[in-house]
């Protein structure tokens, strides 16, 4: 139980956070009144897409061999203008089979979980693709005054 925890009143609003796994350990909370502005909570909750992705991918890497997909996206040869190449580059057979061999493999899983981290391959694939072009995929990248920190220890 946290200090104070127990005296939060269930009238009060607020968007709270805490992860305890393993090396992670992170504990965010923001308390919303009157005077709490749109903009403070939308920066409130891209700062936890920043931790959040990278945990994603994280155990994504612990059961799917994630190099296969980089060698795949690496081989596409996509620059800083190839925003519609990367697109389709992503959803071709190459990326395709690469993911389907690797998520095939998988021993022990049914096949709607194998289905299930395709798609977190597809979506690891497709933003790691994007951002070889130079687009910005989440929100986590975005400058927020006071993330910089946060943001060079992600990169």
């Known amino acids: 139980m946290f200090i104070g925890l127990e005296e939060q009143k269930m009238s009060d609003k607020y968007i709270q956070f805490i992860a305890n796994y393993e090396d992670w350990v992170s504990i965010r909370k923001l308390k919303i009144d009157e005077a709490t502005d749109p903009k403070s909570i939308m920066e409130f909750l891209g700062s936890l897409g920043t931790s959040i992705d990278s945990k994603v991918e994280e155990n994504l890497r612990k059961i ?4 296969k997909v980089d060698e795949a996206i690496a081989a596409l040869d996509i620059g800083k203008k190839d925003t ?3 697109l389709e580059e992503v959803n071709s057979r190459k990326v395709g089979s690469a993911i389907k061999e690797i998520t095939e493999g998988l021993e022990g899983l049914s096949k709607p979980e194998k289905k299930e981290l395709g798609q977190f391959c597809k979506v690891y694939a497709m933003k790691k693709a994007l951002k070889q072009t130079g687009i910005m995929v989440d929100y ?8 910089k920190r946060i943001k060079k220890k992600k990169a």
């Not at 799917?64 to 190099?67: A, N, R």
């Open 64 to 67: 799917i061999k994630l190099e």
């Open 84 to 86: 519609s190449k990367a």
């Open 140 to 147: 986590s990248e975005i400058e927020i005054p006071g993330m």
